[in-house]
């Protein structure tokens, strides 16, 4: 999936969900963005994953960093499994 990340309050623009997994009560999300790969970490998706209009995903980790996908539709086909 592509994205848009954030480092302090600038966020990124994502361009690939390269993975997204759970480990114990954790989901860790690897994203290609704009400024490279970045990895966030996130405890509970609903409060950390908010979707914006019908298009727009903005994600937030456990740190406060911020990814933010443009547009859902640009996607490549993995990364919208």
């Known amino acids: 999936m592509r994205q848009h990340?954030?480092?302090g309050t600038k966020t990124r623009r994502g361009r690939i969900i390269v993975q997204v997994r759970q480990h114990q009560d954790l989901?860790?999300?690897?994203?290609?963005?704009?400024?490279?790969?970045m990895r966030m970490?996130?405890?509970?998706l609903h409060e950390h994953v908010q979707l914006h209009g019908a298009n727009?995903?903005?994600l937030i980790d456990v740190n406060g960093r911020r990814a933010e996908i443009c547009?859902?539709?640009t996607l490549d086909g993995a990364s919208k499994k």
């Open 71 to 73: 547009d859902l539709q």
């Open 27 to 37: 989901w860790i999300w690897q994203l290609e963005t704009n400024a490279g790969l």
């Open 5 to 7: 990340q954030s480092i």
């Open 41 to 44: 970490t996130m405890r509970y």
């Open 56 to 58: 727009r995903l903005l």
